[in-house]
């Protein structure tokens, strides 16, 4: 019997999986959320290094939570951070969630702001 753990574990693994296979050559925009904060990333899988992070712990973001709105500046402060490295085209990992909700408003957030994927 899987536990929802495992369940998680084969989702991810199975986005990750179609991601590496189509993001030849760029980076991997991949999202965490908990209840309370969402989390993004940008990570140059060929030299397996975190180039940029944001989430809703930054002091910038001091208070904002983990809603809509948060993970819209948190999509916002990615992109920004990512056009001053230099960084335009990524890989969406939405990782075991669905694209909806605070996913979604992230991944068209940094869209909205210069992020191409």
Same mark, same amino acid.
């Given at each position: ?13 199975? =986005?990750?999986? #179609? ?18 904060? &969402?989390?993004?990333? =940008?990570? +140059? +899988? ?5 180039? &940029? %992070? *944001?989430?809703?712990?930054? @002091?910038?973001?001091? !208070?904002?939570? !983990?809603? @809509?709105? %948060? %993970?819209?500046?948190? !999509? ?16 969406? +990992?939405?990782? *075991?969630?669905?694209? #909806? ?5 992230? *991944?068209?957030? *940094?869209? %909205?702001? !210069?992020?191409?994927?």
């Amino acid at each position: 019997m899987l536990t929802v753990q495992d369940k998680f574990n084969r989702r991810k693994q199975r =986005v990750r999986a #179609h991601i590496a296979r189509v993001a030849v050559g760029r980076p991997r925009l991949t999202v965490y959320r908990s209840n309370k904060n &969402i989390y993004a990333q =940008v990570i +140059d +899988d060929e030299n397996r290094r975190t180039l &940029i %992070a *944001a989430s809703t712990l930054d @002091k910038s973001m001091k !208070g904002s939570g !983990g809603n @809509k709105k %948060a %993970a819209e500046l948190v !999509g916002k402060l990615i992109a920004e951070k990512a056009k001053k490295l230099g960084v335009t085209n990524v890989v969406f +990992d939405r990782g *075991a969630y669905l694209y #909806h909700g605070r996913v979604k408003v992230l *991944a068209e957030a *940094a869209r %909205a702001h !210069g992020l191409s994927f």
